[in-house]
Structures are given as structure tokens and as C-alpha cells.
């Protein structure tokens, strides 16, 4: 289908549900080798450790050395076998929302009579106003309205002979399924959109620009506000905290203000001083940067009118334009799942050595790497439609202005991690 029609055919729709499809199948065999196969095999080294350690424990000829070192094995064995089952958990979870996200947005879409989908007298669709913000931001109140017992429900349905009402997850269900309602109408009107009719702004500050990149700005602004409470919350504690650095700073080597008794242990504490604990939060720094890399060249090149396939090997990848944009997309959105895997391979580790979120260190470190981590997800929910969208009707240098509004927020998750990682990590 070519990106200069306007119309939208079901097969189209249908390409969402097949997508789906291929999302799911990734999602079981990665848990099925990683989450089952792997894990597995780690956790009878796990269980040999273990159990080498309680044994030495119980022989009074064991030295501490020798006890000392087995305990770290066993440590290392578990921190191992929970790396390859949680991975294989989050990609199986992931990839199963990423699948069900395409596939009911495909699927209600393509229930509808071919004339219903962006048809134009005009030969072109114009951007008009949209009832999809409020349809899904009536599902995002109906859900945090029915949270707290959904919580209760699905604590209950994960813990063994637990038991809820129905009554208690069905608002929240109810929210959701207008959250999808919602964001599969906004798939319907926004796919036909060829780069005609783009509404522009006249007042100011952002008169003359068109008002869905004012809107994304605007966004953004309020983002900056939420994460600022959250540094400022970080900083403003961590003075009042008898940390390891506020120790090795003190004039008398153990003594340091704020804290009357014992020393507070943050997750920087736990994970700077080793390279092996620092690793996932260094490379989702790296995958975050390269992914605002991958979005800028689908963005330049759906902007390039002479954009001209490599000659070189990159030739199999990038073998036409429509197919370099799909692809540029569909390696930002696997450099972004790679980040939401390694940071729930990085929580796995820190709560198995006592760091949860029922301290305060441990609440504002999880709330706010959780909300950066939220954002990121969500980003990545987004991108899915772009690349089903780069795979269908295309982009070109008309309508490529989704990919840069895109990649806006994208931009801003990944310098928000830059300002968190030093942050929560290092200091």
C-alpha cells in the first residue's frame, strides 16, 4: 500500500493481528530457552551450592575462610539463577502485552466496514479533533479508581489458595478495555494521515507551529516537573542520610551527621563498587543513547526525498526506504526491551539482598527508577504502532512528523535516565 493513499483497507488491520501474533511466539521462546531451559540448569547449581554451604556449616572442621567463600557461591549462584528466570519472565510478560496491545487494536479496527476507515472526498485526510483523549482518559480514571482492590486481587491471585471477588477487578477491567478503545480509534484516525491538513498554532509561544508538536512540548514540560520532584526528594534526604560516602568524607572516619543510629544503605551502596553490579545500569545507559540514535535515522530517513539504499552489507538490512524506517524503528523498540529487562534483572537482585521498597532509600530509588522504567514502557507501547504503521502505509518526507513528535519524548526519556544514573548509581 502506497503512503499516498488515504485509505485503509481491513487486510491492513489485519497485518496488526499477524504482528501480534510474531510478538507472542518471541515472547514464549525466549522464555521457554532463557526463563525455563537456563534457569533450570541454574538452579540446580543454585540448589548444590546451597546446599554445599549448610553442610559446611554443620562440619566443625570448616573454616571460616572455607565457610566464607561457600556463602558467596551460593550468593552468586542464586543472583545467577534469578538473572536468567526473571529475564525470561519480563520478555515473556512484555511481549505478551506488546502482542495483545497490536493485536486488539488490529483486530476491533478491522471489524469495521472498509468505507469507515479514512475515506477522503478530497483525496486527503486532514487532522481534526479526536475523541480518543477523553474515551482513554475516562479508562485511565475507571482504573486507578478500581486499583486498590485490583492490587488486593492479584496479590490474592498470585499467592497459593488465595481468594477475591470478581467485583474487585472489574473497574479496573472496565478502564482498560476503554483505554484500548481508545488508543485502537486513534490508531483509525491517525493512520490514513498522509502529511496534508496538519493543524498549526496561533498564539503564542508556539504560534506557527503545528499543534501536536505544541502539545508534545507541553508534555514534556510537565514530565520535567514529575522527575524533578523526584530528584529533589533524592537529594534532599541524601543529606540527611549517614551514608558510606558521608562516612568516607567525616573527619573522624565513622561518624557523620543526620542519622542517630546505624548507617543508611542506598542502592548506589550496593551496586558502584563492583562492575558486575553496575553492568545493567551502564548498559541501559548505552541502549537508551543508541535507541535516541536509531529514532533520529528513521526520522532521516523518511525525511531524505533522494534516500538511496548502502552498497555495503548494511544493503540486507536497509534493502529499500520503507523497509530502512521499519527497521531503524524495530531496533530502537528492542534497545528500549532491553532496558526494561536488565533494570527488572537489576530490582531481582537488589530485593534478594535485602533492598526493597520498604525502606525510604528503597522507596524513592524504586519509585523513581519505576516511573522512568513506566515511561520507557509506555514509549515503547507507542512505537509498536509506528513500526506497524512503517510496515503498512508508510512514512515519507509528508507525514514524518509522527516519527519526530516520537521521538521528542523519547529524547527526553533517555536524557531523563542520564541525569538518574549518575544520580541513583554512582553518587
Not at 66 to 88: C, K, M, N, W
Not at 179 to 200: S, Y
Request: net charge negative; charged share 15%; proline share 2%.
Amino acid at each position: 500500500m502506497s503512503s499516498h493513499n488515504n485509505h485503509v483497507e481491513n487486510s491492513t488491520w489485519m497485518h496488526a493481528v499477524m504482528m501480534a501474533g510474531i510478538f507472542a511466539v518471541i515472547g514464549i521462546i525466549a522464555f521457554a530457552a532463557l526463563g525455563i531451559g537456563v534457569a533450570n540448569q541454574k538452579h540446580d547449581v543454585y540448589d548444590d551450592a546451597k546446599h554445599a554451604y549448610h553442610d559446611a556449616k554443620e562440619d566443625p572442621l570448616t573454616t571460616s575462610e572455607e565457610l566464607d567463600h561457600l556463602y558467596h557461591a551460593e550468593e552468586e549462584a542464586h543472583l545467577s539463577f534469578l538473572t536468567y528466570r526473571v529475564a525470561g519472565v519480563t520478555i515473556l510478560v512484555m511481549f505478551s502485552i506488546y502482542a495483545i496491545f497490536l493485536g486488539i487494536g488490529g483486530f476491533v479496527n478491522a471489524l469495521q466496514s472498509d468505507d469507515d476507515h479514512g475515506h477522503d472526498d478530497h483525496g486527503h485526510e486532514e487532522h481534526h479533533g479526536s475523541a480518543s483523549p477523553i474515551v482513554f482518559s475516562l479508562g485511565i480514571m475507571l482504573f486507578l479508581m478500581g486499583f486498590p482492590s485490583f492490587v488486593v486481587a492479584c496479590k490474592a491471585l498470585m499467592s497459593q489458595g488465595g481468594t477475591f471477588a470478581f467485583g474487585d477487578i472489574l473497574l479496573s477491567l472496565i478502564g482498560l478495555n476503554f483505554v484500548m478503545l481508545g488508543i485502537a480509534n486513534w490508531w483509525k484516525e491517525d493512520l490514513p494521515f498522509i502529511g496534508h491538513g496538519e493543524q498549526i498554532a496561533t498564539s503564542a509561544p508556539f504560534e506557527g507551529e503545528h499543534i501536536r508538536k505544541a502539545g508534545i512540548w507541553v508534555f514534556i514540560m510537565s514530565e520535567i516537573m514529575v522527575f524533578a520532584t523526584f530528584f529533589s526528594s533524592y537529594l534532599r534526604v541524601r543529606t540527611e542520610w549517614c551514608t558510606d560516602w558521608a562516612i568516607r568524607a567525616s573527619e573522624s572516619g565513622d561518624k557523620c551527621y543526620g542519622v542517630a543510629e546505624g548507617n543508611v544503605t542506598t542502592a548506589s551502596d550496593l551496586l558502584r563498587y563492583d562492575v558486575a553490579t553496575l553492568m545493567p545500569g551502564a548498559i541501559n545507559t548505552f541502549a537508551l543513547i543508541v535507541s535516541s540514535y536509531t529514532i533520529v535515522l528513521a526520522l532521516k530517513t523518511a525525511k531524505n526525498k533522494n534516500w538511496e539504499a548502502p552498497t555495503n552489507f548494511m544493503r540486507f538490512v536497509l534493502p529499500d526506504k520503507k523497509r530502512a524506517i521499519r527497521n531503524y524503528l524495530i531496533a530502537t523498540l528492542l534497545l528500549g526491551s532491553l532496558f526494561i529487562v536488565l533494570k527488572l534483572v537489576e530490582w531481582s537482585h537488589l530485593v534478594a539482598e535485602g533492598f526493597d521498597i520498604g525502606s525510604p532509600q528503597g522507596s524513592i530509588f524504586y519509585v523513581a527508577t519505576g516511573a522512568h522504567g513506566l515511561h520507557v514502557f509506555v514509549g515503547l507501547l507507542v512505537m509498536l504502532y509506528l513500526i506497524f504503521k512503517s510496515d503498512t502505509v508508510g512514512f515519507d518526507e509528508d507525514n514524518g512528523q509522527g516519527i519526530e513528535y516520537f521521538g521528542l519524548y523519547w529524547h527526553f526519556v533517555d536524557l531523563a535516565w542520564v541525569v538518574i544514573f549518575p544520580a541513583f548509581y554512582l553518587y
